[in-house]
């Protein structure tokens, strides 16, 4: 009788942020890039723009939307080995034997998973607003946690008889 096949690997990603994120670092780069370009008609009497500044402008716009792009770089990746979690500015590489659950919850934002420890994990790739696709996510990571913990059950010590 042939082992049951482990459920398939799961990689996810907030596709709806990573868009608007991605719209409005363009929006931000094109702002300050005019404002740049018409910093230097710009006088107030007092300061009197110079090339740098136009420059400085436009380094600061690409500088604000990369730190915008920055909040769409979450992503989630699971196997049967276990599961990595990528949010905004921490990694978490993590076994299946330190989770205890997947939760998504009805008005959650997003994904989370109850660690072994007590602490609650957010996987923020994993969002509300994407749908079906973070249906399917989630009901792929709950299979690969289910397969993990049907193939390392312990079993429970029979107390009423110790050995």
């Known amino acids: 009788m042939p082992a ?8 996810a990603v907030p596709r709806r942020l990573r868009l608007i994120t991605a719209l409005m670092a ?5 702002a300050m890039t005019v404002v740049a370009v018409l910093l230097k ?3 107030t009497g007092v300061v009197s723009f ?6 400085a402008m436009i380094g600061l716009g690409l500088a604000m939307g990369a730190g915008v792009l920055l909040l769409g770089r979450s992503r989630v990746d699971a196997d049967a080995d276990g599961i990595r979690v990528r949010n ?3 990694n978490h590489d993590l076994p299946w034997a330190a989770v205890r659950a997947v939760r998504f919850d009805e ?13 609650e994990l957010a996987v923020s790739a994993v969002q509300a607003a994407d749908g079906a696709r973070a249906l399917t996510a989630v009901r792929g990571l709950r299979a690969l946690l289910a397969d993990h913990q049907a193939r390392h059950a312990v079993p429970e010590p029979d107390l009423l008889y110790p050995d």
């Open 26 to 30: 363009a929006g931000l780069v094109l």
């Open 88 to 90: 905004v500015l921490m």
């Open 41 to 43: 008609e710009s006088t």
């Open 50 to 55: 110079q090339t740098a500044d136009q420059v």
């Open 4 to 11: 049951d096949p482990a459920p398939a690997p799961v990689s």
């Open 107 to 119: 008005h959650s934002p997003w994904a989370s998973l109850l660690l072994g420890n007590g602490d």
